[in-house]
């Protein structure tokens, strides 16, 4: 498997939207489990205040995260309802002009975009791998 595409985004909620947004992350996580085949996991996490989340998602490739975007474009809207704002987007992998477009586009302006394009080593495994080789 070549280098996969992450990208985690983070951000605080508005006070007492922890519910509504944990709501609306299972509509979402199945939504794309169900449609997006290629995205290789896809994860939302809470701090310990249930302020701050970050979603974290692993693609093969830029191209599976811009289908994501665009995929699922009206349910990233809906979601900033709940978002008081976001502190920062993080991309590490090899992406495009139109993957960071989209990115830049669907976020808040002046939220820090951190892009590490370059991996230097490491490896990738799936289940399925795993339970091949057991």
């Known amino acids: 498997m070549s280098e996969p595409f992450i990208f985690i985004g983070t951000h605080r909620l508005k006070e007492g939207k922890l519910q509504d947004f944990t709501k609306t992350c299972v509509e979402l996580a199945k939504f794309v489990e169900q449609n997006e085949p290629r995205l290789i996991a896809f994860n939302l996490y809470v701090d310990e205040n249930g302020e701050e989340v970050s979603v974290v998602q692993v693609h093969p490739d830029a191209e599976s995260?811009?289908?994501?975007?665009?995929?699922?474009?009206?349910?990233?809207?809906?979601?900033?309802?709940?978002?008081?704002?976001?502190?920062?987007?993080?991309?590490?992998?090899?992406?495009?002009?139109?993957?960071?477009?989209?990115?830049?586009?669907?976020?808040?302006?002046?939220?820090?975009?951190?892009?590490?394009?370059?991996?230097?080593?490491?490896?990738?495994?799936?289940?399925?791998?795993?339970?091949?080789s057991s």
């Open 65 to 132: 995260m811009l289908f994501h975007m665009n995929f699922a474009r009206e349910h990233i809207e809906q979601s900033v309802d709940v978002f008081e704002t976001t502190t920062s987007i993080q991309v590490y992998g090899r992406t495009n002009d139109a993957v960071l477009e989209m990115i830049r586009e669907l976020s808040v302006p002046g939220v820090p975009l951190i892009v590490k394009p370059h991996g230097l080593g490491g490896f990738t495994r799936s289940v399925a791998e795993r339970t091949l």
